[in-house]
């Protein structure tokens, strides 16, 4: 009885901790999805306020055992709302890049993203990206999307340990 009072406890914490307070600066909250592939590809989801406060939600081959909270500074929050300005599609509408849609040259098995920007009651603005699409015209967004950990300190965080990799 007294472990099961334990995990329901524990649980309840868990669910506290994977949430975000509504941020006080106005602007975006961004979500970012990174999804599964064939192979050790870490599968995450992380979000970021403009007030800086940050959630990442690990799936599968990262580092971080649960939901895990992070700050970002003002500069890299610009930074990470910048780089995703020229892949955003019109506000309160989603945009898919993903084969027989509008990608020609296409490889199986690669992770999906998805980006949202959500902003208070506002309908959220989405992005899904199938990153298998090989078009030369998505190079940039590939390598925009490949330097998102990079670009937010969180490299650490999803890169997974020689025994989480046994483990997952």
């Known amino acids: 009885m007294m472990g099961l009072t334990a995990v329901a406890a524990l649980t309840g914490c868990a669910m506290d901790q994977a949430e975000l307070e509504t941020p006080v600066r106005a602007g975006d909250t961004i979500r970012f999805s990174a999804g599964p592939c064939f192979g050790t590809c870490p599968s995450y989801t992380l979000r970021v306020t403009p007030d800086g406060s940050g959630l990442i939600e690990p799936e599968r081959f990262t580092a971080v055992p649960g939901p895990t909270r992070f700050t970002v500074t003002p500069a890299q929050y610009r930074r990470f709302l910048s ?12 945009k898919r890049i993903t084969h027989g849609e509008n990608c020609e040259r296409f490889a199986t098995d690669m ?55 046994a483990d997952t």
């Open 83 to 94: 780089a995703l300005d020229a892949y955003r599609p019109a506000s309160g509408t989603t």
């Open 111 to 165: 992770p999906g993203y998805v980006i949202e920007w959500t902003r208070g009651e506002d309908a959220p603005t989405r992005l899904e990206y199938q990153s298998g699409c090989m078009d030369a015209r998505y190079g940039r967004l590939r390598a925009m999307i490949a330097s998102v950990p990079r670009m937010l300190g969180l490299e650490a965080m999803l890169k997974p340990t020689q025994h989480r990799k």
